[in-house]
């Protein structure tokens, strides 16, 4: 089966038209068209419905995808295998990340991963829980930094432990306080990341019996850290996610406290590529560095 045929029904899968996929890969959207008819020769399947709008899997195209990924990793990894063996020179990883994660250690990991190795490719893409986990099992991202939570189908390094805290407006009244009662979040305006889906906020508010007064909702933790500092309401974040963010805010320890640990996933070692698995090194030296410093 080659490869080139495999690239262009995925492509033009996911971009939902073959003018699109022939972009990507530098092709005609001719080209693009015959390679994708002589892979559904080769299978003896139609891959994609084909309309005036564009294009989309069948269902036959749809159960296939991850297992055409699945195929062109392990090319990838047979490249990168060889490209390790001559000095790891070429090559590209894809990262899952939370964005607290994305935007305070990786920079930190890529940054000294890329003096030994300048030529690697890097595709980071941030995303709550569910996304990440969608990531990994459809086989787009090498490794994955994200908090631990059962279950977990993943192999699994656990790197770092981080407070869960409340972040309140400097004139809200505990803004002098040690910690903030998790109760409270009962009574004040709450503001909920993730559009609703944020797993560690989720898992606090299930273990104490809250049901949090929801007044806004955003997706980013600095969207909801900006409404915070204007005095529209209170809300919850890993500290990590709210390192960088020190000016007319008061971020206080949950009272009872609660942690969430982080670490890396992946799906399986032996499938890696040679630069996933250097960065993987690279990434686990680096935080228990930063560990030890604490």
Same mark, same amino acid.
């Given at each position: @089966?080659?490869?080139?045929?495999?690239?262009?029904?995925?492509? *033009? *899968?996911?971009?939902?038209?073959? $003018?699109? *996929?022939?972009?990507?890969?530098?092709?005609?959207?001719?080209?693009?068209? &015959?390679?994708? *008819?002589?892979l559904?020769?080769?299978?003896?399947?139609?891959?994609?419905?084909?309309?005036?709008?564009?294009? =989309?899997?069948t269902p036959?195209?749809?159960?296939?995808?991850?297992?055409?990924?699945?195929?062109?990793?392990?090319?990838?990894?047979?490249?990168?295998?060889?490209?390790?063996?001559?000095?790891?020179?070429?090559?590209? #990883? %894809?990262?899952?990340?939370?964005?607290?994660?994305a935007?305070?250690?990786?920079?930190?990991?890529?940054?000294?991963? &890329?003096? /030994?190795?300048?030529?690697?490719?890097?595709?980071? @893409?941030?995303?709550?829980? +569910?996304?990440?986990?969608?990531?990994?099992?459809?086989?787009?991202?090498? #490794?994955?930094?994200?908090?631990?939570?059962?279950?977990?189908?993943?192999?699994?390094?656990?790197?770092? /432990?981080?407070?869960?805290?409340?972040?309140?407006?400097?004139?809200?009244?505990?803004?002098?306080?040690?910690?903030?009662?998790?109760?409270?979040?009962?009574?004040?305006?709450?503001?909920?990341?993730?559009?609703? +889906?944020d797993?560690?906020?989720?898992?606090?508010?299930?273990?104490?019996?809250?049901?949090?007064?929801? =007044?806004?909702? %955003?997706?980013?933790?600095?969207?909801?850290?900006?409404?915070?500092?204007?005095?529209?309401?209170?809300?919850?974040?890993n500290?990590?996610?709210? &390192?960088?963010?020190?000016?007319?805010?008061? =971020? #206080?320890? #949950? /009272?009872?406290?609660? $942690?969430?640990?982080?670490?890396?996933?992946?799906?399986?070692?032996?499938?890696?590529?040679?630069a996933? $698995?250097?960065?993987? /090194?690279?990434?686990v030296r680096?935080?228990?560095?930063?560990?030890?410093? $604490?």
């Open positions: @089966m080659e490869s080139a045929r495999c690239k262009a029904f995925l492509e *033009a *899968a996911e971009r939902g038209s073959f $003018k699109a *996929a022939a972009e990507a890969m530098g092709y005609t959207p001719s080209a693009i068209s &015959q390679l994708i *008819a002589a559904e020769n080769d299978l003896g399947l139609n891959l994609l419905i084909r309309s005036k709008k564009g294009v =989309k899997p036959e195209g749809a159960k296939l995808i991850p297992i055409v990924r699945s195929y062109l990793a392990r090319e990838k990894e047979m490249y990168e295998l060889a490209s390790e063996m001559q000095g790891l020179s070429v090559g590209n #990883l %894809t990262i899952a990340a939370y964005p607290s994660v935007t305070t250690w990786l920079p930190g990991i890529v940054r000294n991963f &890329q003096k /030994d190795f300048p030529s690697i490719e890097f595709n980071i @893409m941030e995303g709550v829980r +569910q996304e990440i986990f969608h990531h990994l099992d459809q086989h787009e991202a090498d #490794l994955a930094f994200l908090a631990y939570a059962e279950p977990m189908n993943y192999e699994w390094i656990p790197l770092a /432990d981080e407070e869960m805290i409340a972040v309140i407006p400097e004139t809200h009244p505990l803004a002098g306080a040690d910690s903030y009662p998790a109760a409270d979040f009962e009574k004040d305006d709450f503001i909920m990341t993730s559009w609703g +889906q797993a560690e906020v989720i898992e606090v508010f299930k273990k104490n019996d809250i049901s949090p007064l929801v =007044k806004y909702t %955003t997706y980013d933790t600095p969207a909801a850290l900006a409404l915070v500092r204007m005095g529209l309401g209170v809300t919850m974040c500290e990590l996610a709210a &390192q960088y963010w020190n000016n007319h805010l008061v =971020k #206080l320890p #949950l /009272d009872p406290p609660s $942690k969430i640990t982080f670490g890396i996933a992946y799906t399986n070692e032996e499938h890696m590529t040679a996933a $698995k250097k960065f993987l /090194d690279y990434a680096y935080l228990t560095r930063a560990e030890e410093r $604490k």
